[in-house]
C-alpha cells in the first residue's frame, strides 16, 4: 500500500492510498485509488474502465454507507455488462443503426445492442486500462485519468486523447472534468454510469426515492430505444419530474414510453442557459437516511435509468446481487443518436477544438 498525495503536506485534503485491483484477461496489473476528504468521505476509483467502485457518504447522523452499486475486484470489472460506476465513451448511449455520416463519409460500428451501437461499442472506454495519476488540488484529492482511443477503435475516427479528473471535495462533492482532443473529425459523449443507491448499496430498490429532474422535455424512443427526434413536453406524463416525486410513484403506470424502457431508460432536455457553466440537473432524497444527491452539469441532457436490465445474478460488493431496480443512474450527456440527428446539439469535434465538460455529484443531508 502507498500513500500518494502526501497528508503533510497538505493536511487539510485528506490523502490518496493506491492498492492493487487485480490484472486484465491478458494480464495487466490495476489499482484502486482511494480518496479521502477531511470529513471521511470517501471513493474508490479504479484504472480499469475509469470506474467509481465504491462512494462512502453520510446519512443525517453521521452514518458512512456505500451508495454506488460494484464489484470488489477488477474481475467483476472485466465481465461487467451493466457498466457500473464507468466512464463510457467514445460515444454514450446509443448510435441507430451503429452507423453515422461525417462529411459525407460512412462510419460503421460494432453493432453490440441489437442493431445498434451503445456505450462506445464492444470494447468502450469501460473495458480500457487508463493511465492515473493522483493529484493534490485546492480542491481536494484528485485522480487524473488518460486514455488514448486510437484512430479506427471500435469504428470512431480520430485519434482521440481524453483525459478525466476526477476530485473529491472536502464539501462532499465527486467533480468528474473530462476533456478530449482528436486528429480528426469526430464524435464525442462521454459520461459516468454510476448506479446510486443513497439508502446503501445493497439496501433494496430505489422506487422510495424522491426525484426532481429540471427538465420540461424528454426524448422519447422508438422500440430499440433510439430516440424519435421529437422532444416532448413532460407535463401530464410520467415523466415529469419538475416537482419531487418518488421515482416508483408512476414507473408501473400503464404508458407507451414506460413500457418500452422497461421502466424509465430516457434522456431529459435540461433545463440550462448555453455557456453558463454546471446547472443543476436533478436532486434525489432518500428519505430514509436524509442522504441528498445533487447532479450539476455543463451537458445538455441526462438518461435516467432505473436498473430495468439487473436481475439479481450478478455478485456485487460484500457478496451481495443487485436485483431489478436496486439503482438509478443519472448519465449527464449529449442526447442519445445525436451523430444521426441534426436537430439535436452536435457532438462533432474538429481537430483543434476541446472536449470539456464538467459534472458533479453533490452530496448533502436533509433531516
Ligand atoms: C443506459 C442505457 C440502458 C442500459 C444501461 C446499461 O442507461 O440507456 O439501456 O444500456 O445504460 O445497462
Known sequence: ??????????????????????????????????????????????????????????????????????????????????????????????????????????????????????????????????????????????????????????????????????????????????????????????????????????????????LMIQADKFTPVDASLIPTGELRDVAGTPFDFRKSTAIGARIDQEDEQLKLGGGYDHNFVLRRAAGVGESLAARVVEPTTGRVLEVWTTEPGVQFYTGNFLDGKTAGKGGMTYPRRAAFCLETQHYPDSPNQPKFPSVVLNPGERYHTITTYKFSVEK
Open 1 to 210: 500500500m502507498t500513500t500518494l498525495g502526501a497528508i503533510g503536506a497538505t493536511p487539510r485534503l485528506g490523502s490518496t492510498i493506491k492498492k492493487s485491483f487485480g490484472k486484465t484477461p491478458d494480464g495487466q496489473p490495476v489499482d484502486l485509488y482511494v480518496l479521502t476528504n477531511i470529513s471521511g468521505a470517501e471513493v474508490s476509483i479504479t484504472n480499469y474502465g475509469g470506474a467509481v467502485v465504491s462512494l462512502k457518504v453520510p446519512d443525517r447522523s453521521g452514518k458512512l454507507a456505500d451508495v454506488v452499486l460494484g464489484y470488489e475486484t477488477a474481475d467483476g470489472y472485466v465481465n461487467d455488462k451493466s457498466y457500473f460506476g464507468a466512464l463510457v465513451g467514445r460515444y454514450g448511449n446509443r448510435i441507430a443503426h451503429a452507423q453515422f455520416v461525417l462529411d459525407g463519409k460512412t462510419y460503421t460500428l460494432a453493432k453490440n445492442n441489437g442493431e445498434n451501437s451503445l456505450h462506445g461499442g464492444i470494447k468502450g472506454f469501460n473495458k480500457a486500462v487508463w493511465a492515473a495519476k493522483v493529484l493534490s488540488t485546492k480542491d481536494g484529492q484528485s485522480l487524473e485519468l488518460s486514455y488514448l482511443s486510437k484512430d479506427g477503435e471500435e469504428g470512431f475516427p480520430g485519434n482521440l486523447k481524453v483525459k478525466v479528473i476526477y476530485t473529491l471535495t472536502d464539501a462532499n462533492a465527486l467533480q468528474i472534468e473530462y476533456s478530449a482532443a482528436t486528429d480528426k473529425k469526430t464524435v464525442v459523449n462521454l459520461t459516468n454510469h454510476s448506479y446510486f443507491n443513497l439508502a446503501g448499496q445493497s439496501s433494496g430498490n430505489i422506487l422510495g426515492h424522491q
